[in-house]
């Protein structure tokens, strides 16, 4: 395949820096699910794989995995903040059509009949962004607040609400590495787009966010 080909069959959906980003961000929120699930389920004392392979005790590679999260947040909204403030403006749209699309999603994850919709995020990506975004705030600011309590009813509110954010963000998260792998037929491709270059070949692009990819059409030709 020639370089002119390669420019034309394939379009950039992520750049260097994104993929960095959301690679640090997704490996950090996997140490701590994998952590906090085991201790949450009555494991502790016993070292999970993950701190076998480290030596490093599951409580503290929890804590770690903390604050390290909490560090990349602090990033996004300083160092980053213009792609934060572009990440939460595609999140919190609603175009007409966005229902159609919700509707016909099921269908088309296995057939890759979309609907049309317009934005960086399809409908589903929209909502699923805003629910990770306050449930990883929410472990945040509570995984913080553990640590700086010393018992008592504060504590255990806190304890309380990292657990339940817990719960509720895990089948979202898991929900989203299933469609981010391409395993299911209507996202076939995609994993690329994040992952592999940052690169989607364009009839993907055009299957699966259509709207994004005439824009990104448009600023290229100017």
Not at 28 to 39: K, N
Not at 53 to 65: E, I, M
Not at 96 to 121: C, E, I, M, S
């Amino acid at each position: 395949m020639t370089r002119q080909a390669e420019r034309t069959d394939v379009v950039e959906r992520y750049t260097r820096p994104t993929r960095w980003f959301h690679a640090l961000t997704y490996l950090t929120v996997l140490a701590l699910l994998a952590t906090g699930w085991w201790l949450t389920t009555g494991h502790e004392g016993r070292p999970s794989m993950l701190a076998t392979v480290t030596g490093v005790p599951d409580v503290t590679l929890h804590t770690y995995a903390g604050w390290t999260l909490t560090g990349l947040a602090v990033a996004a909204v300083t160092v980053g903040a213009r792609a934060a403030r572009t990440f939460l403006a595609e999140s919190v749209r609603a175009d007409r059509g966005d229902l159609r699309w919700l509707r016909r999603w099921p269908v088309a994850a296995l057939t890759g009949r979309f609907a049309r919709h317009d934005g960086h995020f399809d409908p589903g990506q929209r909502i699923a962004n805003l629910i990770v975004t306050v449930l990883l705030a929410a472990l945040i600011g509570t995984g913080i607040g553990l640590l700086a309590v010393d018992g008592g009813p504060a504590f255990v509110w806190l304890q309380r609400i990292h657990r339940w954010s817990t719960y509720l963000v895990t089948p979202v998260l898991l929900g989203h590495i299933l469609i981010a792998s391409g395993v299911l037929p209507g996202y076939r491709g995609v994993a690329r787009g994040m992952h592999l270059g940052g690169k989607l070949r364009v009839e993907v692009a055009r299957r699966i966010w259509p709207g994004w990819l005439e824009l990104h059409n448009k600023r290229a030709r100017k």
